[in-house]
């Protein structure tokens, strides 16, 4: 996997989480930098984490999918894609968690929004690629996200974050695009 890939990639699976930090952002008069910086921390652990998870399960099982991993990875890839895509196009959401919740609501809605993470985790193993370098990069995009989302919140509101999810999803789909056209040649 390239660097590029390797950011965008970073960048789509932190999205859905940079859109719940704007929605529960939009709702406070004030953020701090110390309290947006320990949420993004702690999302960008648990979105970190996630896809390593996701990746030894799918090591696990690769060696009895091998010769249609790549179908496996389009398809989960693809249908996370859609998933994003049609959620982003729907109503913003107003029950987001307010940065001021306790920490396993917090945590709970980290690893809501990491579940992608770890079916790209597994996806990745199905395509035979490696995951370190991916799984430091969203925890890192995702806590940059996530501090942004809570900072810039209240000036941009949740239409943003919709339209990062949407763009979220038209990634994935394109990676798992690339995956099946790779293999498939």
């Known amino acids: 996997m390239t660097l590029a890939a390797i950011i965008i990639l970073a960048l789509a699976m932190s999205t859905d989480a940079f859109a719940v930090a704007i929605a529960m952002g939009s709702r406070r008069a004030h953020v701090l930098f ?5 949420v993004g921390l702690l999302f960008g652990i648990i979105e970190g984490v996630t896809p390593l998870v996701g990746w030894a ?3 696990i099982a690769a060696s009895y999918v091998e010769s249609w991993d790549h179908w496996i990875a389009f398809v989960l890839l693809g249908g996370l894609g859609i998933r994003m895509i049609v959620e982003g196009c729907g109503e913003p959401d107003t029950e987001a968690d307010d940065p001021a919740r306790p920490f396993w609501l917090l945590a709970l809605t980290g690893f809501a929004t990491s579940i992608d993470a770890m079916v790209v985790g597994v996806s990745l193993a199905f395509a ?10 969203i925890g890192l995009a995702t806590l940059t996200m996530v501090t942004l989302g809570l900072l810039i919140g209240r000036r941009i509101g949740a239409v943003v974050g919709k339209r990062a999810e949407i763009f979220g999803g038209l990634v994935l789909i394109a990676v798992g695009s690339v995956t099946l056209y790779e293999h498939l040649q």
Do not use: E, F, V
């Open 34 to 38: 110390k309290d947006a910086l320990k």
């Open 57 to 59: 399960m799918g090591s």
């Open 128 to 137: 035979d690629t490696g995951i370190l370098w991916p799984a430091l990069a």
